[in-house]
């Protein structure tokens, strides 16, 4: 015997389906900007890092300078 599902059902499900859908989006979504969120992060850090380097050389190189002169 098969169980009549209503028209209220039907819509009930449908919205639950989709809800699920959108769910299932967003969390894809929040993954992928997670991973870019961590490569941006990771370029930073090596600018940061690249920069106090290049900060370091022209200390040294005004340093020298001065002292030459």
Same mark, same amino acid.
């Given at each position: 015997? /098969?169980?009549?599902?209503? !028209?209220?059902? %039907?819509?009930?499900? #449908? /919205?639950?389906? %989709? %809800? =699920? /859908?959108?769910?299932?989006? #967003?969390? =894809? ?12 992060? !990771?370029?930073? /850090? =090596? ?7 290049? #900060?370091?050389?022209? %200390? ?10």
């Amino acid at each position: 015997m /098969t169980k009549h599902v209503s !028209d209220s059902e %039907r819509l009930v499900i #449908a /919205t639950l389906h %989709r %809800r =699920e /859908t959108e769910l299932k989006q #967003a969390r =894809e979504l929040i993954d992928q900007l997670k991973k870019q969120l961590k490569v941006q992060n !990771d370029y930073i /850090t =090596e600018l940061k890092s690249s920069n106090k380097l290049l #900060a370091s050389q022209v %200390r040294f190189l005004i340093h020298k300078q001065i002292s030459h002169d």
